[in-house]
């Protein structure tokens, strides 16, 4: 039976790159694995619902969109809820993640192993680089979790393992990524780390990591590594 991948994008306010996004992403990747995608708008105030509306009437395309701002880690874990194919390719849509890095996932694939990006060159304001460089400190030192790039949103997961994470995850509502390496780590995954472009945004600015909201993201992503630190998941037999 051949296996299916479904690639996960969550979006807000990408009105003006979201369709050439996502026909990129179709385009380079489809003919290597039969693909649809689930595309979660979240609460977007710009126009990308109804973009997103007509495009899913060429491609493959699962959308869950409504008006309420869910935010990042609300919007991945409701795609993740409708994954329905064997593997799932989870990507932020931005333009930053390159799709022809994926050629490179997909021969190592393996139901027990997360295989995720590493960013060589990350197209990012110095200040929030330097911000993830101090956090992944405190991450490994709480959590033990010594990935390179724990942040990096480009990863492909079997569909089994992302149900056995599921309920274990929702504490970090940005830093998603991070709590689902340490999940995962802790239930006992193994990790492939490869090397991914990373590219400027197509348009636009990031709509989380504002300098106003700096602060309060570090409190919180702080407290939830103690809080995931205090509950650890105990690896399946």
Known sequence: MTERLEILLPVHNEA??????????????????????????????????????????????????????????????????????????????????????????????????????????????????????????????LLGVSLRDPSCPYLLVHREAVRELLPHLGLMQQGFWWEFAARARQAGFRFHEIPVNHRLRSAGVTQVYRARKIPGIAWRHIAALFSIRSNPLTPAS
């Open 16 to 141: 003006a790159s979201i369709e050439s996004t996502i026909e990129e992403m179709h385009r380079v990747i489809s003919p290597l694995v039969p693909a649809s995608f689930i595309v979660c708008e979240d609460g977007s105030s710009d126009g990308t619902a109804e973009v997103l509306r007509n495009m899913a009437r060429r491609i493959p395309m699962h959308l869950i969109s409504g008006p309420e701002r869910k935010g990042y880690s609300r919007a991945v874990l409701d795609g993740m809820r409708a994954l329905r194919a064997d593997w799932l390719l989870c990507l932020d849509s931005d333009g930053q993640c390159d799709p022809a890095d994926f050629a490179g996932f997909w021969p190592v694939r393996d139901p027990r192993t997360l295989v995720i990006g590493y960013r060589v060159e990350r197209a990012d304001h110095w200040a929030r680089k330097a911000m993830s460089g101090s956090f992944k400190l405190a991450y490994r030192w």
